[in-house]
């Protein structure tokens, strides 16, 4: 069998692996092969380089054998040889030899080729501008060389024989640059790189002429300007000097030319000239003595003063002048007298110093003083009235002059004028007065002297007026008269007694003289309605007015009787009637009656006897104390007027007992709306037993226009006329009052009267501007025991009517509390239509009963003060009303934490809306 092993040249096989019998085998005798042998040569660039076996066997290509491994190998067969010029060939012969020594050669030729011929460019001329940095310049000299080209040749270089060191100054440089290739000669230019030359020289700016004060001891020293000069150059200022240097020293006041030079860094230079002036800046020294104060030279108004003045200056030289005061030994007037001197010094430097003279006049004025006299008084008066200048001082003397002399009273009975400069004409009272002169000079200086005037004494004539409602408390703010004659004017007056009515008037002479109190202001002190009823209960006999002084005060119009007329003319005067107030004004206010008057027995109840205004008094050279006046205000028949005082307290009414339930004026509460007729009705409320009332309203004219009063019939038969006050409508002023002898009573509900209104505005209520004026008419009605009850005025939502009979009574209202929401505290209001046992409760929102109280009430309207102060609860509540005639409840909140006060108690307010 033949095999042919791979791998192997020459082996014999195993007999195991085949069935017995003759091993064949061949041997290998096949070359190895180069798959892609080049055909051509291989180019390469210029200049041989060493080729290696390992390139030459890589460019030989791959190499196959069928026996498997080979070896190849490479030689060169010479170095490389010039064919022309650059070209150079060289080859290789790559053998492959496989293991059975089987081989086989591939030839691979190398061919250089010749470069491309050498070009060279060389950079373009440049001219740069100068003075840049030298690192600037640097920089573009490296970028213009940088400009320079070559290219072809073989393994060719450029290079040129630039110098270093270009200066900023100014310059030309020729640079040849080479280029040099191994395959032929060298090629050369050549280009210029050139910088401006700098001939510009540097600008120099000198400063302004510079100075330099001289110091104490005249000398100065020059500075340092080169930084105060400006030295510009466009390539640069090197250095900056001075001529004078610096640090010389100078004495006395000169000038001298500064030189700055300035150089720049191509040694171009400038320099400019400027002046200093050393100057001396050292005021003068001057020294003025201090401010000189002496006394003046005994007699004169002057002193004779004596002073040094000293000057000096650090250069020398100097020249003073005094500019103001006097010179030194001169004579100085008192006062005082500035003296101003001023030094100059050769560079007209001033100075100045001043100080002051003063002259001290200390004389006083010399005179002679009248020191007593004893004068008796002037015919027919009290007094004495000097003649001419017979006390006022004499020899007035002064060295300076006497500038004001002048007198004041200091002690005694007094003078008039109690001061001046002259007691000439001069009128002093009875008794003795110490009169004190001063005379001041010119210079302030006083002197003084006393002068005692004892005019000899009158006789006086005193007593007090007594109000004869208590026959205690004196009239005050009376004048009393003292006549001789009654037709001539009065020869003492005493203008206005004190609160305790006491006068005291001056009798000039012996003989018989009359006293007259008369007091006219506030004719309406103490009037009231009560005096009015007391007076209509007096003509009807019901209540006669018992006393004398009573029965005068009600002879209002003084006619010696008592009328109607005078119950007319205090209504009317309380209404505001100018003709009653001009009634009560000419009768004078009050009425005054001797104490020791003893009044006949009364003819009857309504005459009254001519009674004594005057006392009669004999002066016979002692006083005359004791002549007491009763005084009687008129329309005062209650007597409630307040002696000392201009206006009337009506509260000092007598009371007998605890006054009555308040007498309710209702109105119903509503929006007003513009252009309609308000017709507002008062309806009244506890009319029980009432002899009277009198109120004031005020209403705001802006929002209401007042039109007419109706009048619906009632027992009370009012008129207008008798009844309303509209004599200050325009200022929104209504007064009403009513009278009569005996009290009567008026169902709850009763219509009573009506305003009627022209409404100008919307949207306002009408409790907000018709109220109660307190003010002008303070709100009260009367029993015909004369007790005082409580106006008031309720402003309700609907009406709240009663007749008397509790079976028709239509209802009950219950007011919010106020405030609401309160702390502790709060105040309840209801109205009942009659008089009836009532229950008010206050329970919480769980309906726990917190606070009761039950009591009979009288009709009309309530307040209860309710104190919740011990409860813990808080928040939401419930109050209740329980009446025969049904019950009310509404809701309010407490907070529990107490905020403000209430009074306890029952309080109603004058006018209130709720």
């Not at 009573?752 to 307190?774: E, Y």
């Not at 209802?811 to 009532?838: D, K, S, V």
Request: proline share 6%; with cysteine; aromatic share 8%.
């Amino acid at each position: 069998m033949d095999t042919n092993m791979d791998g192997y040249c020459n082996r014999r096989l195993s007999q195991r692996c085949y069935l017995p019998g003759d091993v064949h085998w061949t041997v290998d005798v096949d070359d190895p092969e180069f798959a892609a042998c080049p055909t051509a040569s291989i180019d390469l660039d210029c200049n041989p380089v060493a080729i290696t076996e390992a390139q030459a066997i890589a460019d030989a290509g791959t190499v196959t054998d069928a026996c498997g491994t080979v070896d190849v190998t490479a030689v060169p067969d010479a170095p490389p040889s010039n064919i022309s010029g650059c070209e150079w060939t060289q080859t290789w012969t790559v053998t492959a030899k496989d293991a059975c020594g089987n081989s086989s050669a591939c030839s691979v030729t190398y061919i250089w080729k010749s470069a491309a011929p050498v070009v060279l460019s060389c950079p373009e001329n440049t001219v740069i501008p100068p003075c840049q940095s030298q690192a600037a310049i640097d920089m573009a000299y490296a970028d213009w060389l940088a400009t320079a080209t070559v290219s072809g040749g073989c393994n060719t270089s450029l290079s040129n024989d630039a110098p270093e060191g270009l200066l900023p100054c100014g310059g030309l440089v020729t640079v040849t640059f080479t280029a040099t290739s191994e395959c032929e000669g060298p090629a050369e230019c050549m280009a210029t790189f050139a910088i401006t030359e700098d001939l510009t020289a540097p600008e120099v700016i000198c400063p302004e002429m510079q100075t330099v004060p001289l110091d104490e001891n005249c000398m100065g020293t020059l500075g340092d300007y080169t930084a105060l000069a400006t030295a510009t150059d466009a390539c640069g200022v090197v250095s900056v000097t001075q001529d004078p240097l610096p640090g010389g020293s100078y004495t006395g006041v000169q000038t001298i030319t500064v030189t700055i030079t300035a150089i720049d860094g191509c040694s171009n230079s400038g320099d400019c000239t400027f002046e200093v002036l050393f100057r001396d800046v050292t005021q003068p020294s001057i020294v003025c003595p201090e401010n000189i104060a002496v006394d003046n030279d005994p007699g004169i108004c002057s002193a004779v003063v004596d002073y040094t003045v000293t000057a000096s200056d650090n250069c020398g030289g100097v020249s003073v002048t005094q500019t103001g005061g006097l010179a030194s030994g001169a004579t100085f007037p008192v006062g005082t007298t500035t003296c101003v001197f001023e030094v100059a010094d050769g560079s007209n430097l001033v100075n100045s110093c001043q100080f002051t003279v003063t002259v001290n006049d200390i004389e006083p004025p010399t005179f002679t003083c009248v020191e007593s006299v004893i004068r008796n008084h002037d015919p027919g008066v009290c007094t004495y009235r000097v003649v001419g200048t017979e006390f006022n001082p004499i020899d007035v003397m002064d060295n300076c002059g006497v500038a004001s002399s002048t007198y004041s009273v200091v002690d005694g009975a007094g003078a008039t004028p109690n001061t001046g400069n002259t007691l000439a004409n001069a009128l002093f009272n009875e008794g003795s007065t110490t009169i004190e002169w001063t005379f001041t000079d010119v210079n302030g200086n006083p002197a003084t002297c006393q002068t005692v005037v004892t005019v000899i004494k009158c006789n006086v004539v005193a007593g007090r007026l007594i109000w004869v409602g208590d026959t205690i408390t004196g009239v005050g703010m009376a004048k009393v008269y003292l006549f001789n004659n009654i037709a001539l004017p009065p020869v003492s007056t005493f203008n206005s007694t004190p609160a305790t009515g006491d006068y005291s008037l001056t009798a000039p002479n012996n003989g018989v003289f009359t006293v007259r109190p008369e007091k006219t202001i506030n004719p309406l002190n103490g009037l009231a309605l009560t005096d009015a009823i007391a007076i209509q209960q007096h003509l009807t006999g019901f209540a006669l007015i018992p006393y004398p002084y009573r029965r005068i005060a009600a002879d209002v119009n003084k006619s010696y009787s008592i009328s109607t007329v005078d119950a007319s003319i205090v209504q009317q005067a309380i209404l505001g009637n100018p003709s009653a107030l001009n009634i009560l004004k000419a009768t004078k206010s009050w009425r005054f009656v001797p104490t020791s008057y003893a009044f006949p027995p009364p003819v009857n109840n309504f005459v009254l006897p001519v009674f004594p205004e005057t006392r009669s008094v004999t002066v016979s050279g002692s006083d005359v104390l004791g002549q007491d006046f009763y005084g009687i205000k008129v329309g005062d028949v209650i007597q409630n007027g307040i002696p000392g005082l201009g206006t009337a307290n009506p509260d000092n009414k007598p009371e007998d007992g605890k006054n009555p339930e308040p007498v309710i004026f209702t109105v119903i509460d509503r929006e007003l709306n513009a252009g309609e007729t308000e017709s507002v009705q008062f309806d009244v409320s506890n009319f029980l037993d009432i002899a009277g009332y009198q109120l004031a309203l005020r209403f705001d004219p802006s929002v209401l226009e007042f039109d007419h009063i109706e009048i619906p019939g009632s027992d009370l038969l009012l008129t207008e006329a008798d009844n309303f006050g509209l004599f200050e409508i325009k200022k929104g002023e209504i007064r009403a009052l009513w009278s009569t002898a005996m009290g009567i009573n008026l169902n709850n509900g009763t219509a009573v009267f009506r305003l009627v209104f022209k409404s100008k505005v919307n949207g306002v209520k009408l409790s907000d501007v018709l109220n109660l004026a307190t003010d002008v008419v303070p709100e009260q009605a009367f029993t015909t025991g004369l007790r005082i009850a409580d106006v008031q005025l309720v402003y309700t939502k609907s009406l709240v009517l009663g007749t008397g009979d509790p079976g028709t009574a239509s209802g009950i209202e219950l007011f919010q509390n106020q405030p609401n929401p309160f702390a502790e505290r709060t105040n309840i209001g209801f109205i009942l239509p009659e008089a009836c046992e009532a229950e008010l409760r206050v329970l919480d929102i769980n309906g726990r009963l917190l606070h009761t109280e039950k009591a009979f009430f009288t009709a009309g309207a309530h307040m209860l003060n309710v104190d919740l102060s011990g409860e813990t609860a808080t928040g939401l509540m419930y109050y209740e009303l329980i009446t025969p005639y049904g019950k009310a409840s509404k809701k309010m909140v407490m907070t529990g934490k107490e905020s403000r006060s209430y009074l306890p108690g029952k309080s109603l307010r004058s006018s209130w809306s709720l």
